[in-house]
C-alpha cells in the first residue's frame, strides 16, 4: 500500500491515535494525501475487517475519528480550499480541511460560507450534520451551501454527488453525517463577507430570567443579519453565579444598522461587560481547546420549537440559577434554516427557533457529581423540547439517533444506506443501519 501508515511503536502514533477530545489505540492510522489513496484506504479497511474510524477534523464529541484495535482513516492531508469560480463563488475544500483553514483561504477573496463557531473543527464532520455558525440565521446551515461533493463509497468507487448527479445521495449527505463513504472534496457557494460587529454582552447571573427571555423574544423578529448564543451557568466562570454571556455576530459592516439590531440586548439588564468591535468574519472563529488526558466533556443537545419556546427559556432559566446546573450554550436559529423545506435534506429540525446545548466537563468523578444536576434539568426541560442536533451529542444510543432522525428521514436514510454501504463500513457515526 503506497499510503502513509502510522503503527503502535512508530514515531507520532500516540498523537495519530488521539482525537481532539478522546484517546485511541487503533492497529493503524492511514494518512491519504490524494482520491486514489483514500480509496486504497477504504480497500484496505473493508478487507481487513475491523472496525473503521474515518477521521475529519476530529472534534466529534463522541469520539468517532478514533478506536481500539481498528482502522483509522485520517483525511488532514485533504486539506486544500480552492476557488473554482470567483463569479459564482464557487469553492472547493478537501474532505480533512478545518474552517480556519476556510475562513483563511476565502477572506482574501471577501468570501465566507456559514461555518462554525472554531478553526480548528473539521469542515467534514460539521457540514455532513448540519452546521451552526455565526452566519447561520442569513445563510442557513453550512450544508444549505453545499452544491455537490465527491464520495469515495464502501465498495472503493468514487460518486458525484449533487442536484444534478445522484440527487438521492446528495439528499442524504445533508444530514445524514459519515454514513455513506469518504467525501474527499465538499463544493461550497460561498457568500460575500464583509466585516461583522461581533462581540459579548454580558449581564449578572440575577438578571438571567429576564434576560434570557427577553433576548430569545428580540431574536425572534431581529434582521437575519444577527445571530447569537446565550450561555450561563458556565463552570469555569462561578457556576449558577456566572454572569450571563450573551455573545452575538450582526452579520454587516453599517454601524447603524447592527446598533439598531444590538441596541435592545444591550437594553435587557445591568450590562457588566461589552466588548462588540467590528472586525474581520475569519477573526471571530476562535481556536479550540485540547483537553488533558482524562477530561471528559458530556454534551448533549435538542431544539426548542417556536410554540415552547416560552416555556423552554423558563425552565432553563430555573435550572441555570440552581446549584449544579449544567453549563448551557442557547444557540438562535431560524431564520435562512427555517426557509428551506423539511424534507429538502436530511436534517430535519428546520423550524426549530433554538438548539440548546449543554455540557458538563471533568475528570471521570466531575462527571459523576454532575450527573444528577445534567438529568434533573434534561428532565423538566423534556416536555418543551424536540430532537437533538447530531454534532451536539457525546453518546450515540437508538434514542440519539431516532432523536436526530425522525422516522421518515431514517427510512429514507436507510434506503440510500443499503445502496451504498449494505455492510455498514461506515458505522463509526450516528449510525443508519442499512436493513
Ligand atoms: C470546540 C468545538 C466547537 C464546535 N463548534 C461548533 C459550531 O460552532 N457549530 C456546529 O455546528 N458544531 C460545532 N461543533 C461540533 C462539530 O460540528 C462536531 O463535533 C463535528 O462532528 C466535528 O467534525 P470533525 O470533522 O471535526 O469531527 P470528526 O470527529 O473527524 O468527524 C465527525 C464525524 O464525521 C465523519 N466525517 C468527518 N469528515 C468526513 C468526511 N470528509 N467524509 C465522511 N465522513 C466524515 C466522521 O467519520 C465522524 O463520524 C464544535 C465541536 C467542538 C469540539
Redesign the pocket.
Known amino acids: 500500500m503506497n499510503v502513509d501508515i502510522i503503527e503502535p511503536g512508530s514515531p507520532g502514533y500516540d498523537a495519530a491515535g488521539r ?3 478522546v484517546a485511541g489505540n487503533p492497529a493503524c492510522v492511514l494518512r491519504p494525501t490524494s482520491l486514489d489513496e483514500v480509496r486504497e484506504s477504504v480497500a484496505f479497511a473493508a478487507a481487513s475487517g475491523l472496525d473503521l ?9 463522541a469520539g ?2 478514533t478506536n481500539d484495535g481498528g482502522v483509522v482513516i485520517d ?1 488532514s492531508r485533504l486539506n486544500a480550499v480552492e476557488l473554482l469560480d470567483k463569479d459564482r463563488h464557487l469553492v472547493r475544500v478537501g ?2 480541511a478545518t474552517w480556519g483553514q476556510v475562513a483563511a483561504a476565502l477572506a482574501p477573496h471577501g468570501l465566507a460560507i456559514s461555518s ?3 478553526r480548528s ?6 457540514t ?6 455565526w452566519k447561520v440565521r442569513k445563510y442557513g446551515l453550512a450544508l444549505d451551501s453545499l452544491v455537490a461533493a465527491d464520495v469515495v463509497t464502501a465498495d472503493g468507487q468514487l460518486v458525484r454527488a449533487s442536484e444534478q448527479d445522484d440527487a438521492e445521495l446528495f439528499w442524504a449527505l445533508r444530514g445524514g ?2 454514513n455513506f ?4 472534496a465538499f463544493e461550497f457557494a460561498a457568500h460575500p463577507t464583509t466585516d461583522v460587529h461581533f462581540g459579548k454582552i454580558a449581564f449578572p447571573a440575577a438578571q438571567l430570567a429576564t434576560v434570557l427571555a427577553g433576548w430569545a423574544g428580540h431574536l425572534r423578529a431581529a434582521p437575519e443579519e444577527l445571530t447569537s448564543i446565550a450561555l450561563f451557568a458556565n463552570p469555569f466562570a462561578g457556576g449558577h453565579r456566572a454572569p450571563v454571556e450573551i455573545h452575538l455576530s450582526f452579520d454587516g459592516d453599517d454601524p447603524r444598522a447592527a446598533a439598531a439590531a444590538i441596541d435592545p440586548i444591550r437594553a435587557l439588564g445591568t450590562v457588566i461587560d461589552d466588548d462588540v468591535a467590528l472586525k474581520p468574519y475569519a477573526d471571530t472563529l476562535v481556536d ?2 485540547t483537553p488533558p488526558p482524562g477530561i471528559r466533556l458530556v454534551t448533549r443537545s435538542a431544539f426548542a420549537e417556536p410554540a415552547s419556546v416560552t416555556d423552554a427559556v423558563r425552565v432553563m432559566a430555573e435550572a441555570g440559577a440552581a446549584p449544579g446546573s449544567p453549563f448551557f450554550a442557547v444557540r438562535s436559529v431560524g431564520g435562512a434554516v427555517s426557509r428551506v423545506p423539511a424534507g429538502a435534506t436530511a436534517y430535519a429540525h428546520r423550524t426549530a427557533e433554538l438548539m440548546i446545548q449543554t455540557t458538563i466537563a471533568g475528570p471521570q468523578p466531575v462527571i459523576e457529581a454532575a450527573t444528577p444536576g445534567l438529568l434533573a434539568a434534561w428532565d423538566k426541560l423534556a416536555p418543551h423540547v424536540t430532537g437533538a442536533y447530531a ?2 451529542l457525546a453518546t450515540a444510543t437508538e434514542q440519539d439517533v431516532a432523536a436526530i432522525y425522525p422516522g421518515p428521514t431514517y427510512r429514507r436514510l436507510a434506503e440510500v444506506k443499503r445502496g451504498y454501504d449494505p455492510a455498514n463500513l ?1 458505522a ?2 450516528h449510525n443508519i443501519a442499512p436493513g
Open positions: 482525537t481532539v477530545l474510524a474515518v477521521r475529519g477534523g476530529g472534534h466529534a464529541f468517532f475519528g483525511l474532505g480533512g462554525g463557531d472554531t473543527v473539521g469542515v467534514g464532520g460539521l455532513l450534520s448540519g452546521g451552526i455558525g453525517g459519515g463513504g469518504i467525501v474527499t479550540g481547546l454534532n451536539f461506515f463509526a457515526n
